[in-house]
């Protein structure tokens, strides 16, 4: 895929990761819902296998849960200066795309979480600071589940792939009725994935 970013579009780049930045509450990855839509979707600055596996390797490596946006800002970068086989010209992009994702994703929330710590921490005994934190709980949950259904929708149809589903139901069980440590379910589900019994 080639594509052709003027200044304007790197610039609504940047918006919108920085715009997703304030809403990133349960990390970035609540926010990959709208991430595919405006990539994917909207502009077709990615496709979306390279989305997903943008998010695959990320979550596969060591290190911090924002490192799919650096992969996502690569792949625009790199689709934007030709493709792999481009040569310099094309590495360039993909480093600049990757410092428009970071930087847009990091710094708006950065600075509103250190203003808004040290204010929260200043008035923890208030009940409206106490049920702010209370009430983000949901929306959490909301969009991690978000992000799941896009995540699964993008290898089928959702009736169709029924076994993920059923997996991931019975692994958030376990998760939340026993003491069992995560990394024994994130093995049997590799290994489920390399029999192919999803």
Do not use: C
């Not at 702010?132 to 929306?139: D, R």
């Not at 089928?156 to 029924?162: D, I």
Request: aromatic letters at 10%; glycine letters at 12%; charged letters at 10%.
């Amino acid at each position: 895929m080639i594509l052709h970013l003027t200044s304007a579009d790197w610039l609504a780049l940047f918006g919108h990761f920085a715009m997703l930045s304030l809403l990133a509450v349960g990390g970035a990855l609540a926010t990959a819902p709208d991430m595919h839509r405006y990539l994917v979707e909207d502009k077709l600055w990615l496709t979306d296998p390279q989305f997903t596996s943008s998010i695959a390797l990320a979550q596969a490596a060591p290190g911090p849960n924002v490192l799919f946006v650096a992969l996502l800002g690569w792949n625009v970068g790199l689709n934007a200066g030709g493709g792999i086989g481009a040569g310099s010209s094309a590495w360039g992009h993909a480093l600049l795309g990757v410092g428009i994702a970071m930087v847009g994703i990091l710094l708006p929330s950065t600075t509103l979480t250190f203003l808004a710590s040290r204010w929260g921490h200043r008035n923890r005994a208030h009940p409206a600071v106490r049920a702010f934190k209370q009430g983000l709980a949901p929306l959490v949950v909301g969009l991690l589940l978000s992000t799941a259904w896009i995540l699964a929708g993008s290898h089928g149809s959702m009736t169709q792939s029924w076994r993920p589903w059923v997996l991931s139901f019975f692994a958030m069980l376990i998760v939340w009725r026993t003491r069992l440590h995560l990394l024994w379910l994130l093995a049997a589900g590799g290994l489920m994935g390399w029999a192919g019994v999803v």
